[in-house]
C-alpha cells in the first residue's frame, strides 16, 4: 500500500493503492485549481454591502471572510463557476472572461 503522503508527480497508476484504501485526510488547500478557470468574477468594494450572501454559495470557499467582512477572491481555488455573480443583490461582482 502506498500513503498518500507519497504520492507524487513521479506516481505510476499501477502503484497507487485503490482509493478506498487510501486513509490519511486530504485537503484542496495544496491543490491550486484556480487555473481551471475561463470567467473570471470581480468584486467591486465600492457596491459591496458586505452581507456575506455570496461566501456560503461559493462552492469552492473562494470568498475569504474574516471579522465578518469579505476581502477580494482567492483565485487559487476559484473555478469561475459564477454563483457569486447570480446571488450578490447589490451587483458587486461582475464576471467575464479571464482574460478580461
Known amino acids: 500500500m502506498i500513503h498518500a503522503k507519497d504520492i507524487n508527480e513521479q506516481s ?9 484504501e487510501i486513509y ?3 485537503t484542496a488547500v495544496l491543490t491550486k485549481t484556480g487555473e ?3 470567467m ?13 450572501l455570496c461566501a456560503p454559495y461559493c462552492p469552492d ?10 476581502s477580494d477572491f482567492d ?8 454563483i457569486c455573480y ?3 443583490p447589490f451587483h458587486a ?6 482574460d478580461e
Not at 505510476?12 to 478506498?20: E, F, H, I, V
Not at 470557499?61 to 469579505?70: A, Y
Not at 461582482?93 to 479571464?98: D, L, N, R, T, Y
Open 40 to 52: 473570471t468574477p470581480h468584486w467591486d468594494p465600492a457596491k459591496c454591502k458586505q452581507c456575506l
Open 36 to 38: 481551471w478557470r475561463t
Open 93 to 98: 461582482i461582475s464576471f467575464g472572461k479571464e
Open 12 to 20: 505510476k497508476w499501477q502503484d497507487l493503492t485503490p482509493g478506498c
Open 61 to 70: 470557499s473562494s470568498i475569504p471572510v474574516k471579522d465578518g467582512k469579505r
Open 75 to 82: 483565485f487559487d481555488h476559484c473555478k469561475g463557476c459564477g
Open 24 to 26: 490519511e485526510p486530504g
Open 86 to 88: 447570480k446571488v450578490c
